[in-house]
């Protein structure tokens, strides 16, 4: 079957791979469409801290359940949105109900091979009829659905002053989740291109450019209060230590970005303000099911939020090329 494979940092090359052999407990897919994430980015760039090479990636899928396939629920031909996660259902994290963070989690494209590539074997557990939605829009459920999870683990209520700090896809998706939670969303970025954007195509009249006048512009906005919730969908040490400035007191701050390094905070300044710092790591299947109700309702823009397109035999042409013109894609589709 044909597949690209990221043989190393800035080498993607086409191969010929076998198909997979059936196993038990998995279903064989037909992979149609893959959405292009940071993490795709950051494994071609070679700064993925869960990465080993060559890897074949691509975790945002969608696709139909192949023919011949042994599933108990599933036919041939059903569209399914593919749950990349790949849990062991033992751990201390999975007894908790937390398998998005499970001790020996493999996810697809990422510490397995992913789904570039025309078919691959996912758990039945890990499939969920995509209900009416196209094959792109249940491409884009997962990273739509990290946005969502980190909303849910902030524990935002309706009302809150929100700040999401990135308006990368990730900082895009977590605004959307956290305006359709009732939270008064603002979003910073250092790009005032991707501010602009996030303005004109989704709606989020309230923007901050990072930089040196930043808290002056959070104070003027909530008259010195900051934000009850601040979600840093970064990734970067920098931004994500200053984050820690932008909450409220008693206010919240989710580290959405994960990177390959430390960072520190004032612990005095942490204190003071009682501050509730929280992790969030991919995302469970009620988000999966929280992000496919809404777009199924047309709460999502997704054709804004489809920026490029490609084809699979394209892609290793095409991802230098968007990294080059230093403007990556917000998502691109790419189809197999």
Sequence with gaps: MRAVICTEPGKLERVERPWPEPAAGMVAVDVKVVGICGTDFHIYNGVHPFLEYPRVMGHELSGVVAEGARSEALTPGTPVVINPYFSCGTCIACHKGKPNCCARLKVLGVHIDGGMCERI????????????????????????????????????????RVLVVGAGPIGVGTALFGRLAGGQVTVMDVSRTRLAQVADSFGFGETIAAGETALAEIDRLTDGDRFDVVLDATGTAKAMETSFDFAASGGTLVLVGVLK?????????????????????NATKEDFETVMAAVAAGHVPMDALNTHSERLDALPEAMPAWLAAGKPPLKAIVTV
């Excluded at 039945?124 to 849910?152: C, K, Q, T």
């Design 121 to 160: 074997m996912v758990p039945e557990e890990n499939l969920y009829p995509a209900n009416g939605l196209s094959l792109r829009d249940a491409a884009m459920i997962e990273f739509l659905s990290i946005g969502a999870h980190a909303v849910r683990r902030s524990q935002l209520v309706p009302g809150d």
């Design 261 to 281: 390094a430390d960072i520190t905070f004032n612990d005095p300044e942490f204190h003071r303000k009682e501050l509730t710092l929280r992790a969030t790591r």
